[in-house]
């Protein structure tokens, strides 16, 4: 079955005070020109976590105060798997999920949820940082995702990465097969 993920809806979910957008544009203007520019029309659904609400986050946002960063990433996470389940019920279409969230470790789980979106009808976008080879990239493993876009270029209005390109960050990030051991087999990647 071929899927048309550029005409499907796409569902955002995004720490503003981790990636803040300081123009007098909103942040749904700013994300609904970028997506147009790359080929998508679908609808375009917001759900925001921060600190304090932006002014410029635009209507129809839904906003979630959270001032510490590990309560955001949790509630975001509940979130994102929130919807995750309510994919299973609803018929299969094609639908995108964008997350921009830094300093994803373990802990929050986020990249076991990263594998458990990539079903046949969800594309996941993932934003990085722009520091994201710099250091972090040596503490954090990379989510599994189709696309991953950063800060800059999506701000930019820029291609998302290539795949030559996340192939690369892959080979640098930590693995993330040992978490995800075959039952019946002794797992020594480390």
Request: hydrophobic share 40%; with cysteine.
């Amino acid at each position: 079955m071929s899927w048309n993920f550029y005409e499907a809806d796409t569902v955002v979910f995004w720490d503003v005070t981790d990636f803040p957008i300081h123009t007098d544009r909103t942040y749904l203007e700013t994300l609904k020109s970028v997506l147009v520019i790359n080929g998508y029309t679908g609808g375009l659904k917001i759900k925001a976590y921060g600190e304090k609400k932006p002014n410029n986050l635009g209507d129809g946002v839904i906003f979630v105060p959270k001032r510490e960063k590990y309560a955001r990433l949790n509630i975001m996470l509940l979130d994102i798997s929130l919807w995750g389940v309510d994919l299973v019920r609803l018929p299969l279409i094609p639908r995108n999920v964008i997350v921009l969230a830094e300093n994803i470790k373990e802990t929050t789980n986020f990249v076991t949820v990263s594998w458990n979106m990539r079903s046949a009808g969800t594309k996941c976008i993932w934003v990085l940082p722009d520091d994201y080879e710099d250091e972090k990239i040596y503490h954090l493993r990379l989510p599994s995702a189709h696309i991953f876009w950063r800060w800059q270029d999506l701000l930019d209005g820029k291609k998302p990465m290539s795949e030559e390109d996340v192939r690369a960050l892959r080979l640098k990030a930590p693995s993330d097969l040992h978490y995800y051991p075959i039952t019946g087999v002794k797992n020594n990647v480390s």
